[in-house]
């Protein structure tokens, strides 16, 4: 799968407390994305979750990039036991948002630890095919 970098929320992030993603992803403009082509955000674990740790993860929306009075538009919860290296939790863009979006990363319990890549793309999850090294 071909990532373009400026739909990426979260390069390699490692967290150990409650934050949000590295990077923000700028709209254009305010306006709803309207039906069209599916849109999906996929949050992709690169190493296993500290199975001591809660999470959510939560999509913001804002008018500003300081997000000053975000909006959150979808979310998501891994379950630590099950949130293993190359785990991908996927929910669909809603069609109503503002101009900018970003992750919000919410940890709890004694010891939480998360390392993610996350991103915005329109390829249909249903889709996605894995392959051994080596074959393409």
């Not at 069209?36 to 500290?50: H, K, S």
């Not at 036991?81 to 992750?103: C, D, I, Q």
């Amino acid at each position: 799968m071909i990532i373009d970098s400026l739909l990426e929320f979260s390069v390699a992030q490692a967290l150990s407390a409650t934050g949000v993603s590295t990077n923000v992803i700028d709209l254009g403009s305010d306006r709803d994305i309207g039906p069209g082509r599916a849109m999906w955000v996929v949050i992709q674990l690169g190493a296993d979750a500290a199975s001591a740790g809660t999470y959510q993860v939560d999509l913001q929306t804002d008018d500003n990039s300081a997000f000053s009075s975000p909006t959150v538009i979808g979310s998501v919860s891994p379950v630590a036991a099950s949130a293993k290296a190359g785990a991908r939790y996927v929910m669909g863009m809603p069609f109503a948002n503002e101009r900018y979006l970003r992750l919000n990363y919410t940890l709890g319990g004694t010891t939480p630890t998360l390392n993610v890549n996350a991103w915005l793309t329109d390829q249909d999850p249903t889709s996605w095919q894995a392959y051994p090294d080596g074959i393409a």
